[in-house]
């Protein structure tokens, strides 16, 4: 099975602000990696497919990037309702593994 | 508007069975592939299944396999999930997602979730 490592797991950070989370497959995934975010009590929401493909109607702040074991989603200028968790998920193979998730709060 | 609505969850104990349905609306839901996905309480999210567009093929983590099975009936755009066997490791929220891509793997769209809790 492919394992997906997040980090940070937790992430601090105020309106404005650049952050990124690092997603790293523990086998080469050819860019099939994909990014969720979920706020709290609701269900995730697909951001991007393919490393670095965003899905419609996801605001351009978010950029998805990486090759081969390391990928990572970098939020530009946050703004208020991107406090949440982002989950990585390889879309390669079965099982199709998730990474651990990383809490992105206000600080 | 692409909809899905999960139901049947609720409080189960240990080793007996529940059904999960999902009614599917504002999509063609014959044509795509299906599956469940699970979060136990905070904690984070664990694939558990997948059908493809016949039902003909299905798709099993380990931790679930011989134990939960995945079902769908086109004519109704419903999804079910069969859980067996259930243990406390279970105790989870189950979401319906459709999945997107075809070489690239994704969930595009997620129900709200239904809540499963297996307690004695």
């Known amino acids: 099975d492919i394992q997906m490592t997040q980090s940070p797991t937790s992430l601090a950070a105020s309106v404005g602000e650049s952050v990124t989370i690092t997603c790293l497959a523990s086998?080469?995934?050819?860019?099939?990696l994909v990014w969720y975010q979920q706020k709290p009590g609701k269900s995730p929401q697909l951001l991007i497919y393919?490393?670095?493909i965003l899905e419609d109607g996801i605001p351009s702040r978010f950029s998805g990037s990486g090759s081969d074991t390391q990928y990572s989603l970098k939020i530009n200028s946050l703004q208020p309702e991107d406090f949440a968790s982002y989950y990585c998920?390889?879309?390669?193979?079965?099982?199709?593994?998730f990474g651990g998730g990383t809490k992105l709060e206000l600080k | 508007e692409v909809q899905l609505v999960e139901s049947g969850g609720g409080l189960v104990q240990p080793g007996r069975s529940l059904k999960l349905s999902c009614a599917a609306s504002?999509?063609?839901?014959?044509?795509?592939?299906m599956a469940w996905v699970r979060q136990a309480p905070k904690k984070g999210l664990e694939w558990v299944a997948t059908?493809?567009?016949?039902?003909?093929?299905?798709y099993y983590p380990d931790s679930v396999k011989g134990r939960f099975t995945i079902s769908r009936d086109n004519a109704k755009s419903s999804l079910y999930l069969q859980m067996n066997s259930l243990k406390s490791e279970d105790t989870a929220t189950y979401y319906c997602?459709?999945?997107?891509?075809?070489?690239?793997?994704?969930?595009?769209?997620w129900g709200q979730g239904v809540m499963v809790t297996v307690s004695s």
């Open positions: 997602a459709r999945v997107g891509g075809s070489y690239i793997y994704y969930f595009d769209y």
């Open positions: 998920q390889n879309g390669l193979s079965t099982p199709r593994t």
């Open positions: 086998e080469d995934i050819y860019g099939s």
């Open positions: 393919g490393a670095t």
């Open positions: 504002g999509f063609t839901f014959s044509n795509y592939y």
């Open positions: 059908i493809s567009t016949s039902g003909s093929r299905t």
